[in-house]
């Protein structure tokens, strides 16, 4: 299993445009697209630097979807940081060999085509973290 670096910090947000424009003027980062994850219950907002990790600004869809509990829980803040793993299967077969629990050990859809799979907080010192498999070229 490869890791190749973070990819991108999660933060939750109550509102999705004004953030984003906030942090776009404040940080001089460059809002590439804001995309709608119905599956997920999340728009999502993506920024991004000359250098680093992305920044995800998530948004909740509705009432129920896990950012509006997470933002009704804990208000807005960090949510997750994502690692990028070259191929997700194997990296879940190895955190679960280490004794890491999944909040679903079976990869989801995730933006921009990737497959994703979060390791549960209770596992990383409070922490949620994603494992992303970008999408392969065709």
């Not at 670096?5 to 999660?10: K, Q, R, S, T, Y």
């Not at 953030?19 to 728009?43: D, T």
């Not at 950012?67 to 829980?73: C, Y």
Request: no cysteine; charged share 25%; proline share 7%.
């Amino acid at each position: 299993m490869k890791i190749k670096g973070i990819h991108h910090l999660g933060i939750a947000v109550n509102n999705l445009e004004d953030s984003a424009a906030r942090w776009a003027a404040l940080f001089g980062m460059r809002a590439v697209a804001v995309e709608e994850a119905p599956e997920r219950g999340v728009r999502i907002a993506h920024l991004h630097l000359p250098e680093g990790p992305e920044i995800e600004l998530l948004a909740p869809l509705g009432k129920n979807s896990p950012i509006a509990k997470f933002l009704a829980v804990r208000g807005e803040g960090l949510h997750h940081f994502t690692l990028a793993v070259e191929e997700i299967e194997a990296a879940i077969a190895e955190f679960r060999r280490a004794g890491l629990e999944f909040v679903s050990e079976i990869p989801q859809a995730g933006a921009g085509g990737s497959r994703i799979a979060f390791i549960h907080p209770r596992s990383l010192n409070g922490v949620l973290l994603e494992l992303r498999e970008s999408p392969r070229p065709r």
